[in-house]
């Protein structure tokens, strides 16, 4: 599929919108391909930012942790950081959602606060016991590891 999207880049804004439009598991595997072929800050998604957030509101599970990964991969405007963060929050929060899916939104969070450090003291409160312990054994340590790799980046940033 991945091959088939490079040899007719035409059909990458077909691709696009198939994977905002919300059907079943058409959207779900369109959001998957788009995550995995999509450039860095792939100048072909910045239109669609804004309709990926709304549609990240209204979905779960694997859908939402792909249509994340393709936000993750944008560099993100600040007009949508804010909407990003709350949406990441809401799905973090719900310590029933997949681990998977939990541990792709805060990948999102700790992407956003690394644009806006002066969340950091708020998103420590995201860390306490109860929101990690649902974590499978394998997302807990590469949890762990991306908090650590985050606080060592930003050290004299979050002491402020």
Request: glycine share 4%.
């Amino acid at each position: 599929m991945i091959n088939y999207i490079e040899s007719y880049p035409n059909e990458f804004n077909n691709l696009i919108i198939i994977a905002i439009e919300g059907k079943e598991s058409y959207s779900w595997r369109a959001a998957w391909l788009l995550s995995n072929c999509m450039e860095a800050n792939d100048q072909r998604i910045k239109k669609y930012i804004k309709p990926i957030i709304e549609r990240l509101k209204t979905v779960e599970g694997g859908y939402q942790r792909d249509l994340m990964n393709i936000l993750f991969q944008m560099d993100l405007p600040e007009e949508y950081q804010g909407s990003i963060y709350d949406v990441c929050i809401d799905i973090w929060v719900k310590i029933n959602n997949i681990p998977s899916v939990r541990y792709t939104a805060f990948k999102l969070i700790l992407k956003i606060t690394q644009l806006n450090i002066e969340l950091y003291h708020e998103v420590q409160l995201l860390m306490e016991d109860h929101y990690i312990q649902n974590l499978s054994n394998g997302i807990k340590k590469s949890f762990h590891k991306m908090i650590q790799d985050f606080e060592k980046k930003n050290k004299k940033s979050i002491e402020f």
